[in-house]
């Protein structure tokens, strides 16, 4: 076994590749052979990831513009800058009477009030994966309509209604419904200068065993509760010559996996409630690739109105992981 020194002072482990070798479940022992980057185009990777972040927030209809998530009961809910409205949209912005969102058992119905000018569009930004980049929404071509179906119009997309800077669309859970409210104008905006992050660290682009496993886990919510979800596997590393291991959450045989973890850094230098790492599916050794220079702040950082998943029980690492991005300062 060798040991490499990485950036910034982490000793990351190697062990020589058999050729065709592919370990299985836990009963390999040690790291798995690196997966290797050139150094220069993994920085490069990685800044890019980073000003894609920074453009996406700052681009309108992001994270940044959400301003209220109304969950939805039964009947007709108001809109309108009046104070009288069930939903009260931002003084100056909207008028005073926009109109009424009406939910009778799975359907949910725009009615727009009379004179108020409404737009329908489509929209998919905030289903769009970290580092994306900005795609601002064309609305030249959207038309006005009165009375409309809120609700999905597609994988990934769902039918956004657009009042002057205000814009709504809806969000479904398992058992419930709610509308998300965003404004264009919002001061998220202007508090909005950057993400503060680590320095670029190659000994932070970790390569770890795949171990598949059928595991149920409970998911937490930031809004209280949990989920429940299977983990198809567990992924196993070494920093600094100890083991730690991370449970897997999504569909076995997806392309790519998010990863949900908090560690010694969360609540001090990065978000308390943890951060989000998107990795590829394993390679033909069962390895993947965890760049944690890539970890990224959950849509909770920005706005008070997600609703975000947070680390399970067993994806809470003993270690400082003092890379990928920090906590908003705002």
Known sequence: MSRASGRDGLVRLSMPAVAGFACLLAACS??????????????????????????ELSAPDSWLSL?????LQEGETTLGSDPSNDIVLPEGK?????????RRGD????????????????????????????FPPDVSGDPVVTDEV?????????????????????????????LRIRDNESPNYDDFHGIDRFPVSSGWRVTARWVPQ????????????????????????????TRHTLDVTGEPGADRYMMVFADRTSG???????????????????RVVLDFNMAYNPPCVWTGYAVCPLPSRDNRLEVRVEAGEKDWEH
């Open 67 to 71: 301003i209220g998530l109304h969950w």
């Open 94 to 102: 909207a008028d005073p009477f926009v109109g009424r969102v009406v």
């Open 150 to 178: 809120l609700g999905s119009a597609g994988p990934g997309k769902s039918i956004v209604h657009r009042h002057g800077p205000i814009n709504w669309l809806l969000m479904e859970t398992e058992d419930d419904v709610a």
């Open 30 to 55: 040690g790291p798995p052979p690196e997966i290797p980057v050139d150094a220069t185009e993994h920085e490069a990777a990685v800044m890019a990831f980073h000003e894609a972040r920074e453009a």
């Open 107 to 134: 359907e949910v119905r725009f009615l727009a009030a009379e004179g108020a000018r409404v737009t329908s569009g489509i929209d998919s930004t905030l289903a769009l994966s970290a580092g994306s980049g900005a």
């Open 268 to 286: 001090s230098e990065t978000y308390g409630a943890g951060r989000y790492l998107w990795f590829d599916s394993p390679d033909d050794e069962s």
């Open 214 to 241: 059928e595991k149920p886990i409970l998911v937490p919510i930031v809004t209280g509760g949990s989920r429940e979800a299977v983990s198809p596997a567990y992924l196993e590393f070494w920093i600094d010559g």
